[in-house]
């Protein structure tokens, strides 16, 4: 090699060493601003019926679609229940639901709060991290109605409600206590309800089907979901360009019923069926979302999170969308409730172009996992009695880190059963669905069936071959596995914590002891 080549290398060798540290500069003057986060939860979708997810689908879901491409797509998320109440639960605080009093079904909108004050919330932590922090949309975690002790009738909607959002981490709620088929119908504003009932509403069309209640004139069933985004677009708008960064949950109330797409996007998704509809406004609100961010310029540095709280529920009618070839759990048998994949694998999408590379990850995660995720992420720590089920899943985003991976989850559904997955395979501890498809709890069919199931995922994701016979040493080492995670008060590393209410209940008995 002559002089001037020599020369030549160099001199580029130079600059891509440069290249190299500017880069370096880069993603490190990016970690050191703080991410803003946003958490949109779907309500009641199923892993179907995202089009990334399930090929096969019939529903057009462009805008989920895109943020998959751009982001990290997990294709083994769960969460740690079936129903509504306990996965928000165990969003918020990373804590499995079934260690507080709420041991099976779900809160209603008369139901006093289930998480304490006391307790660590990712919002909580995220306000201690700097965070300006906005719940906008479904709660579903109860709150305490002023004279709700004297009974429903008697609550005085002019007060404040105690312990609702911002009393455990957020700065600002706009929202609603429930489901959308939940009274009262009334909006809460941070802790006032925006205006007093005047009236009573009941219905009973299919798939619109909500309680009898009491509901205010500004309370529109048809116009909540519109609300939630116009809301969620505004509070984007108000602090993008503030000094702190923000943390937006937003718990959204669709395609749970009421499926009650509005005017616009009726017959939208073309197989004669709302819920189709349904799902697209919704795909479109997420999309609305991600352009305010881009618009404000923060979506670069902006954690977008897409996640679903549990399977798809039956209201949608599963035999109309079967008969034109959608199946919203995909693959997977069941749906809402279940112990079976249908009922806790989701979809679950996560975009920060500043640092997080597009691909897709079969990494185990649970919906548990943000508030040790961000801590990690953020460089922040909490105590011992918090986040008890939480794990990072920061190195699926490429953190170097040092934290013991998530190996194994517990599962719980609709009336109170558990499931226990490890590596491929899973045990239901119960001989029927715990929740609403076939075989039903308390069933004659259930009745005839193994008192335990043992499925193999990687070989039957169907969950159709029972192994129980072939491995019942794998069955008691799982059961001795439940028996650490429940009463140790925790799965992850640490001092053993208590769990709320009574040490035993009427689910933990295939844990076969007194304890």
């Not at 706009?174 to 088929?181: A, D, K, Q």
């Not at 299919?206 to 609300?227: A, M, N």
């Not at 979809?347 to 961000?374: H, N, Q, Y």
Request: glycine share 8%; aromatic share 12%.
């Amino acid at each position: 090699m002559n002089k001037p080549q020599v020369l030549l290398l160099r001199i580029l060798s130079a600059v891509f060493a440069v290249g190299l540290v500017q880069a370096a500069i880069g993603k490190q003057s990016a970690l050191e601003r703080k991410p803003n986060i946003v958490l949109i939860l779907a309500d009641d979708l199923g892993y179907g019926d995202i089009s990334c997810y399930n090929p096969e689908s019939k529903i057009e879901t462009p805008r989920i679609d895109a943020l998959a491409a751009r982001g990290l797509q997990f294709t083994d998320a769960h969460t740690n229940s079936s129903v509504c109440t306990p996965t928000r639960y165990g969003i918020l605080t990373g804590r499995y639901s079934w260690r507080t009093r709420l041991k099976e079904t779900v809160l209603y909108g008369y139901d006093k709060a289930l998480i304490p004050p006391e307790r660590l919330t990712v919002a909580s932590f995220l306000q201690d991290q700097g965070y300006e922090t906005a719940c906008i949309g479904k709660w579903h975690l109860g709150w305490d109605w002023a004279n709700v002790d004297a009974g429903a009738e008697n609550i005085d909607f002019s007060q404040p409600i105690a312990n609702g959002p911002t009393s455990v981490g957020f700065d600002s709620f706009y929202g609603i206590v429930g489901s959308l088929s939940m009274p009262p119908y009334v909006w809460v504003r941070d802790d006032m309800p925006t205006m007093v009932p005047s009236g009573r509403t009941s219905s009973t069309v299919k798939q619109s089907i909500w309680l009898e209640g009491e509901i205010s004139e500004d309370f529109v069933h048809e116009q909540v979901l519109p609300q939630i985004q116009d809301e969620a677009v505004a509070f984007i708008e108000a602090k993008a360009h503030e000094e702190e960064p923000f943390f937006l949950y937003l718990p959204l109330t669709a395609p749970h019923n009421p499926i009650l797409p509005t005017e616009e996007y009726k017959g939208r998704g073309g197989l004669g069926n709302p819920y189709a509809d349904f799902v697209i406004m919704m795909d479109d609100l997420v999309g609305t979302v991600e352009d305010s961010l881009r618009e404000q310029g923060v979506f670069d540095n902006t954690i977008l999170i897409f996640v679903s709280d549990n399977g798809c529920s039956n209201q949608a009618d599963f035999e109309q969308l079967a008969s034109v070839g959608h199946f919203p759990s995909s693959i997977y048998r069941g749906f809402k409730a279940d112990l079976y994949e249908g009922g806790h694998r989701v979809p679950f999408i996560m975009t920060w172009p500043d640092r997080v590379e597009a691909g897709k990850s079969d990494r185990l995660v649970c919906t548990t996992d943000f508030l040790a995720t961000f801590a990690e992420i953020l460089g922040g720590s909490f105590p011992e009695n918090a986040g008890e089920d939480s794990f990072s899943f920061a190195p699926a985003l490429g953190f170097a880190s040092s934290s013991v991976e998530r190996d194994s989850l517990v599962m719980h559904s609709f009336d109170g059963s558990f499931a226990y997955r490890k590596g491929d395979y899973k045990v239901l501890f119960s001989n029927h669905s715990g929740g609403w498809s076939f075989p039903r709890p308390g069933s004659d069919a259930a009745a005839k069936l193994p008192e335990v199931q043992l499925y193999n995922l990687a070989e039957d994701p169907g969950e159709t071959n029972n192994l129980q016979a072939m491995y019942p040493e794998l069955v008691e080492q799982f059961r001795e596995n439940m028996r650490n995670i429940v009463f140790q008060g925790r799965s992850t590393q640490g001092p053993p914590q208590e769990n709320d209410g009574p040490k035993t209940w009427q689910h933990i008995e295939f844990l076969d002891t007194d304890r």
